[in-house]
């Protein structure tokens, strides 16, 4: 008996093994259907790493776009992070496998400018004479070099000062008017400071350091920022970026500075159980905050020491970019379905269920946009704060090859502030070592 | 002709010989193939790309012998990140192995719903590191988490596990023993099963009390499974990933990047292919010399029936 | 056994039940939460409904990725199970030159970075066209040296007298393996199957890599799709999700459990 069944078992295994090396097929299943159509679609393959909600608004733009019209046929595969995506793509750029668009993060720009497995949108704008001049030239001069338009903006988003009301009311601040200035920050984080709540609080997350350092018109790199040539040096640790340091660990001293560690969910639970009074958020999460929070919540402009003017601030988030080496019909498909993501309707409909900003400036004169800032006045601060920005090296953002190393260099360095360290000796070794990252780069060109 | 006599008389036996070698590898042949394939030729081309200079796309663009291991070791980031994996190993293999044997021989009591606890005790294994990761994220953190509330009514002030560089690592450790007694657990349980239940009996009747039953009987028959979890945890614990990527990211300050998690970053988010590489082959030849120092220490002590 | 020793045996696995459990336990009141209710500290939801399930139903098709992983994990259970016994049963009992060398070989795979196999492995399937197939997601891992190794522990407890009996026998080492070896194994392969069904259970990024139909995709990858990135999570779904992801395992894990216990009853070992 005992003999018999472990037979069954090992045969049932083995005829599992058997089934598997001959049913292949059955996934294809999906494949055979289209083909039976008469006029043969082209297929644009389109690869992003948006999950959660983000990605419920992805599959719905891309089948409202698939139903409008009968020629072009874009799937939308979710890759996983914009890590594990870009690893994808590396392995599979230049082959049939390679997708027809596909999605980057912000800080992969210059990594995918170099990579030759792209081809910059400018081309088809040329080629059409499309008109670009209703576009947020804060947003779209990120991803560009020279005037050249390399990749499109896609999800993009700023970072936001947030701040809860009650607590304002409470510490007798005027709920109406956030500081705008390190000074008032520092002064309005200490009366905010009460036994269980903390004033202020930063992710430890290079994003904000780098916006910060933007904010007073500082730049991240040498090179114009990595935009005249390659950066070979790292000039965040500069006076701007001093200054930024020094903010936080003067107040970290003071006992009005939070470290929530790295987490975007740590931070935002630290504020809605009222750990913290203000904190640096993603444009992106605004809503969600505003909508789960018990306070009122508001929001205002990334704060600037009194003696800078402020510059504004640099987008962050991902953007579209186009494969090369695929057939010229495909690419142009591909292109169709861009210029349909940049339609003032559908950035509309983009801001409003994601948070992330409109690239198309006519989008916010559409009637559920307008009635959504109605809702959440919050959202429209981020609006104002992106047109406010004056387009300089600074705002345009950085170009780095090393990116996500010279991050982590910066978290690094914010880390260690919490351990007493000084600032500007922390942010002279990020800098330091971020050089000797650009030097690895550069000698592998 | 004696020479002729001479092989007549060996060749039966080299031939048999032959032939159990044959038959030998007959049997490992499935799997030499499937190693070679997705195994070797992998680690060879690591090997490889360690010697080079790549491209973001993992070409190789100039050839730099050992610089890549040199800088390594001159690296105060690598050093921390050795010392950060050695402390990590210490922390989760000697605790993980207890808790499980601990677990183990109070689970191998014949008792009404038994199979219950069993159940339970082994659930861990069930869980993805990926979910567990996040449940424990939600368990530390400083202002919402049950840690602190646990520790609140303690009357201790309440701790930022993760964010705190000395206690992050232990912070790790603590999810990453929990999820490994699952599994731990269940092959103790196993190996307790084999043991004949008999030489207990004979004990009781010598009149022999439980711990040294446990001493004398349980755990000398109990050592190859032993060996065989220690060895087992030795290498998972070294190549933890998954809970710090969800927990810490490595930091802070680096005390809980551990050289898995420096390799991933440097050959998935950064792109230094090559240096990525020169880790992944000397973390292998650290779990290599660490796992034959123990069998040679190990397969003495341990009594096959 | 006296009853108060039984009384502190109970109470010791009801503790230590309760620790183990607790984090799981967390999961599963997570996942009746709405919206921010996790982000402000509540350990007891407000109200048990069933939402978060049917929109983590909705948001993935978690039917598809069940039943996807549960064939990728049979899969690599049934090819682990095979090989790791022929692999054992070579170098536990038959007795060829090389031996003990190359069963170093074999483990010393187990101590490859799986970061430096990941990327080559992918190539390898897609140059052999296995990309969005249940072959291409579950052959490189039929083979195992963890595996061996587990089986070769326990084979070395047969006795080895045993095995010389039927050698004179004129018994076929196939059939020794066949007849003795396995059934006197069977809670080791009980183990091991389990193992093998669990860790495929839980791959993330090779699923990931050669997937790019959404019909070929697994569990894993749908517990990461339901979370976001810069804006918030609703955790309440995920843990869900987890919680539909890990109620399989378990039920297998208690199967499997039962399993081991009536092989004990019987006396089945020696």
């Known amino acids: 008996m005992k003999k018999s069944n472990i037979l069954v078992t090992l045969l049932t295994l083995m005829a599992l093994l058997l089934a598997a090396c001959t049913g292949e097929e059955e996934p294809t299943n999906g494949g055979a259907v289209q083909a039976d159509q008469p006029k043969e679609k082209t297929e644009v393959v389109f690869w992003h790493a948006m999950s959660g909600k983000l990605e419920e608004v992805v599959d719905q733009l891309v089948a409202d776009f698939n139903e409008q019209q009968d020629d072009i046929n874009v799937k939308a595969v979710f890759q996983g992070t914009y890590e594990e995506s870009i690893t994808?793509?590396?392995?599979?750029?230049?082959?049939?496998?390679?997708?027809?668009?596909?999605?980057?993060?912000?800080v992969g720009t210059k990594y995918m400018m170099d990579s030759g497995k792209i081809e910059p949108v400018q081309k088809f704008i040329d080629a059409e004479n499309y008109d670009t001049s209703k576009w947020e030239q804060n947003i779209t001069n990120y991803y560009a070099v020279d005037g050249e338009q390399y990749s499109m903006p896609f999800n993009s988003s700023t970072p936001i000062l947030m701040y809860n009301k009650d607590a304002f009311k409470e510490a007798g601040l005027d709920p109406e008017n956030p500081p705008t200035t390190y000074e008032e920050l520092e002064e309005a984080a200490k009366a905010l400071t009460t036994g269980e709540q903390y004033g202020f609080s930063i992710l430890n997350y290079g994003w904000f350091i780098e916006e910060l350092i933007a904010a007073q018109?500082?730049?991240?790199?040498?090179?114009?920022?990595?935009?005249?040539?390659?950066?070979?040096?790292?000039?965040?640790?500069?006076?701007?970026?001093?200054?930024?340091?020094?903010?936080?660990?003067?107040?970290?001293?003071?006992?009005?500075?939070?470290?929530?560690?790295?987490?975007?969910?740590?931070?935002?639970?630290?504020?809605?159980?009222?750990?913290?009074?203000?904190?640096?958020?993603?444009?992106?999460?605004?809503?969600?905050?505003?909508?789960?929070?018990?306070?009122?919540?508001?929001?205002g402009y990334l704060p600037v020491p009194e003696a800078a003017d402020?510059?504004?601030?640099?987008?962050?988030?991902?953007s579209l970019w186009m494969a090369n080496g695929i057939e010229e019909s495909q690419q142009q498909a591909a292109w169709e379905f861009m210029k349909y993501l940049t339609s003032p309707e559908i950035q509309a409909k983009w801001h409003v269920n994601t948070g992330y900003f409109a690239i198309n400036t006519e989008a916010y004169e559409q009637q559920i946009v307008q009635s959504e800032w109605e809702k959440y006045p919050q959202l429209k601060v981020t609006v104002d704060q992106l047109g406010d920005t004056k387009t300089s090296l600074a705002t345009q953002g950085a170009l780095i090859s090393v990116f996500p190393e010279a991050r982590q260099k910066v978290v690094n360095a914010m880390e260690s502030l919490y351990q007493g360290t000084d600032p500007i000796e922390a942010l002279n070794q990020a800098a330091e070592e971020t050089n000797e990252a650009l030097k690895m780069a550069n000698r592998k060109k | 002709m004696i020479a002729v006599k001479d092989q007549i008389r060996v060749r039966p036996k080299s031939k048999r010989r032959f032939s159990t070698l044959l038959e030998g590898l007959l049997y490992l042949l499935p799997s030499i193939l499937l190693f070679a394939v997705f195994l070797f030729y992998p680690m060879f081309k690591t090997i490889y790309l360690s010697l080079f200079l790549t491209d973001a796309q993992g070409n190789t663009q100039t050839f730099v012998g050992l610089e890549h291991y040199i800088q390594l070791f001159q690296s105060t980031s690598f050093l921390s990140s050795l010392k950060a994996t050695v402390l990590f190993v210490l922390y989760t293999v000697p605790a993980g192995v207890l808790l499980a044997l601990g677990l183990a021989l109070l689970a191998n009591q014949k008792l009404k719903g038994i199979g219950f606890f069993r159940t339970i005790f082994s659930s861990t294994m069930g869980m993805s590191v990926a979910a567990s990761s996040v449940i424990w994220l939600f368990i530390y953190n400083p202002t919402i988490g049950i840690a602190n509330?646990?520790?609140?009514?303690?009357?201790?002030?309440?701790?930022?596990?993760?964010?705190?560089?000395?206690?992050?690592?232990?912070?790790?450790?603590?999810?990453?023993?929990?999820?490994?007694?699952?599994?731990?657990?269940?092959?103790?349980?196993?190996?307790?099963?084999?043991?004949?239940?008999?030489?207990?009996?004979?004990?009781?009747?010598?009149?022999?009390?439980d711990f040294y039953s446990l001493r004398k009987i349980t755990l000398p028959l109990l050592s190859p499974t032993l060996l065989f979890i220690v060895t087992v945890s030795l290498i998972n614990s070294f190549q933890t990933f998954g809970q710090i990527d969800i927990l810490t990211k490595g930091g802070p300050m680096e005390s809980t990047n551990v050289i898995v998690y420096s390799i991933f970053k440097d050959a998935f988010v950064n792109f230094n292919i090559g240096s990525a590489s020169a880790q992944a082959v000397i973390l292998f030849t650290f779990i290599l010399a660490v796992t034959i120092l123990q069998f040679k220490w190990g397969e003495k002590k341990v009594h096959y029936q | 056994m006296t009853m108060k020793k039984k009384v502190i045996l109970y109470t010791l696995l009801t503790v230590s039940a309760f620790l183990m459990f607790f984090p799981i336990l967390y999961a599963f009141l997570i996942s009746f939460m709405q919206g921010g209710e996790v982000l402000k500290g509540r350990i007891i939801p407000s109200d048990f409904s069933f939402t978060?399930?049917?929109?983590?139903?909705?948001?993935?098709?978690?039917?598809?990725?069940?039943?996807?992983?549960?064939?990728?994990?049979?899969?690599i259970m049934a090819g682990q199970?095979?090989?790791?016994?022929?692999?054992?049963?070579?170098?536990?009992?038959?007795?060829?030159?090389?031996?003990?060398?190359l069963f170093l070989i074999f483990i010393s795979t187990m101590m490859i970075p799986w970061e430096a196999t990941m990327v080559p492995n992918f190539q390898t399937i897609r140059s052999l066209g296995l990309t969005d197939t249940y072959f291409g997601l579950s052959v490189p891992f039929f083979a195992m040296a963890f595996g061996t190794f587990l089986l070769r522990q326990q084979f070395k407890t047969i006795p080895h007298e045993m095995y010389e009996a039927t050698q004179v026998a004129g018994v076929s080492r196939f059939?020794?393996?066949?007849?003795?070896?396995?059934?006197?194994?069977?809670?080791?392969?009980?183990?091991?199957?389990?193992?093998?069904?669990?860790?495929?259970?839980?791959?993330?990024?090779?699923?990931?890599?050669?997937?790019?139909?959404?019909?070929?995709?697994?569990?894993?990858?749908?517990?990461?799709?339901?979370?976001?990135?810069?804006?918030?999570?609703?955790?309440?779904?995920?843990?869900?999700?987890?919680?539909?992801?890990?109620?399989?395992?378990?039920?297998?894990?208690?199967?499997?459990?039962?399993?081991?216990?009536?092989?004990?009853?019987?006396?089945?070992?020696?």
């Open chain 1, 88 to 106: 994808k793509f590396n392995t599979v750029a230049g082959t049939k496998d390679a997708p027809t668009i596909m999605q980057v993060f912000e």
């Open chain 1, 217 to 299: 018109g500082g730049l991240f790199v040498n090179e114009d920022n990595g935009r005249k040539g390659d950066a070979t040096e790292a000039v965040f640790n500069g006076e701007e970026g001093q200054k930024v340091f020094q903010l936080i660990s003067d107040m970290y001293e003071d006992g009005t500075f939070y470290n929530t560690g790295q987490n975007w969910d740590d931070i935002r639970a630290a504020f809605q159980s009222g750990k913290i009074a203000m904190y640096l958020d993603s444009s992106a999460g605004v809503r969600d905050i505003v909508e789960q929070s018990s306070f009122e919540v508001g929001a």
């Open chain 1, 310 to 318: 402020r510059e504004g601030v640099i987008i962050g988030g991902a």
């Open chain 2, 149 to 209: 509330t646990i520790i609140k009514t303690f009357g201790m002030t309440e701790m930022q596990w993760l964010l705190n560089p000395d206690t992050a690592l232990l912070s790790v450790a603590l999810p990453t023993i929990w999820m490994n007694t699952g599994f731990s657990f269940l092959i103790l349980l196993g190996g307790l099963h084999n043991i004949d239940s008999s030489l207990y009996e004979s004990g009781k009747i010598a009149g022999v009390g």
């Open chain 3, 52 to 75: 978060n399930y049917s929109a983590a139903m909705q948001k993935v098709p978690l039917l598809r990725y069940l039943f996807n992983s549960f064939v990728v994990a049979s899969l």
């Open chain 3, 81 to 101: 199970v095979i090989f790791c016994c022929l692999a054992a049963f070579s170098f536990t009992f038959i007795p060829f030159k090389g031996r003990n060398i």
């Open chain 3, 175 to 270: 059939q020794f393996l066949w007849k003795v070896v396995l059934p006197v194994s069977k809670t080791t392969l009980v183990t091991l199957a389990i193992y093998s069904f669990l860790t495929a259970w839980n791959m993330y990024l090779w699923p990931l890599l050669v997937t790019n139909d959404e019909q070929m995709r697994t569990v894993q990858i749908g517990l990461k799709q339901m979370q976001s990135q810069e804006v918030s999570t609703e955790w309440g779904v995920v843990m869900a999700g987890a919680v539909l992801v890990i109620l399989p395992t378990l039920i297998l894990l208690f199967l499997g459990q039962k399993r081991l216990q009536e092989g004990l009853t019987r006396g089945a070992i020696k």
